[in-house]
């Protein structure tokens, strides 16, 4: 019997074990995830009544995202996220009907939703993220005995910590995964992720501001964003750095290696759910034993294939599989060039 958690909680994992893993088995979790309501606009306008369209949901939140688009890549994972009143129960709903496993630890408080626009006559995207809820100690620790449960093979934590959860929780799961030897890929920002990178983790996905707080470095110049990674990792912090560059694509860092690879051209609809994307993207590939090059220039398709569509779509296996060729044919030119010179 696992202590102090709720029945509901014990039942699903006692499912879950005898579920078949036919392949690495991958983790994401996500404490704070959200319903987001995407709807347009012709305009902007204060003091008016503004006539927008019919709303579209969508399952929102870092991990729950990464577990989303691995789906759609032709994965699988488990998405173990909180969840609580009317709205916990349609997200709920509405990842099973994208057939994502789902392993839900329930709170007191209702899930949060976000609110995103798009005005249509400029195509500028206005996101609002609304409160959500606040978690107790006895719901974070629940959270904390449940994955001590777990044993995946890699484990994503991506997105923010609810109010009421201590900064040093993701630390906390960090020291969990490496008990269990899983690879830990996060994906935060702020003081969690300082605290949590100094547990050590495998893959950090920082932007370039994030990276810099990291070495204490408020604005990074581009030529030293290779040299900043690097000294994360020799600090022992992680083992690879995935640098998102937005339109300039990422720089993949390691300790012998390092890649930039660019973003393909392509139609940018919106960048909500890119770098979920992207991180789905490459933990699809190490899952599948791909080398770290093959990791980045597949993220940076999953990245990219988000960008072209509305609201807060994820990438689509057709647009990622397309890019990724591109990608790696743009690759084979540079190091042709490079032999050459």
């Not at 500028?124 to 001590?148: A, I, K």
């Not at 547990?199 to 501001?209: I, S, W």
């Not at 990245?303 to 060729?325: F, P, R, W």
Request: glycine content about 8%; charged content about 20%; proline content about 4%.
């Amino acid at each position: 019997m696992i202590p102090d958690l709720p029945f509901l909680v014990i039942d699903r994992l006692r499912t879950l074990f005898i579920l078949p893993i036919c392949m690495k088995n991958i983790i994401t979790f996500t404490i704070n995830p959200a319903i987001d309501k995407n709807t347009t606009v012709d305009h902007l306008e204060p003091e008016h009544k503004l006539h927008c369209t019919n709303p579209i949901y969508n399952p929102g939140g870092g991990g729950i995202n990464v577990s989303r688009a691995i789906k759609r890549l032709g994965g699988d994972s488990l998405a173990v996220f909180t969840a609580g009143g009317h709205t916990g129960s349609f997200l709920q709903e509405m990842l099973t009907k994208e057939d994502v496993r789902q392993l839900v630890i329930p709170i007191a408080q209702r899930t949060r939703e976000n609110f995103i626009v798009v005005e249509t006559t400029t195509n500028h995207q206005y996101r609002f993220g609304l409160g959500g809820p606040s978690l107790d100690e006895s719901e974070w620790q629940t959270c904390l005995n449940v994955l001590s449960q777990l044993n995946p093979d890699y484990f994503v934590v991506s997105g923010s910590l609810s109010p009421g959860v201590p900064s040093d929780f993701y630390a906390q799961v960090a020291r969990l995964a490496r008990k269990t030897g899983a690879r830990f890929i996060l994906d935060t920002s702020g003081e969690a992720l300082t605290l949590a990178v100094n547990e050590g983790v495998y893959l950090l996905k920082p932007n370039r501001a994030e990276l810099g707080r990291l070495i204490g470095v408020k604005a990074l110049k581009t030529e030293d964003l290779e040299e900043a990674a690097r000294m994360i990792i020799s600090r022992g912090y992680c083992e690879v750095v995935a640098i998102s560059l937005g339109e300039q694509g990422a720089l993949m860092v390691a300790k012998d290696q390092a890649e930039h690879v660019m973003a393909p051209e392509a139609p940018k609809r919106s960048t909500v759910g890119a770098g979920d994307s992207m991180v789905a993207g490459m933990v699809w590939k190490l899952s599948q034993g791909s080398s770290l090059s093959e990791m980045v220039r597949y993220g940076v398709a999953c990245g990219t294939a988000a960008t072209m569509n509305t609201g807060t779509e994820l990438c689509y296996i057709k647009d990622v599989e397309q890019l990724y060729s591109q990608i790696n044919t743009l690759a084979q030119r540079s190091d042709a060039n490079m032999l050459i010179s």
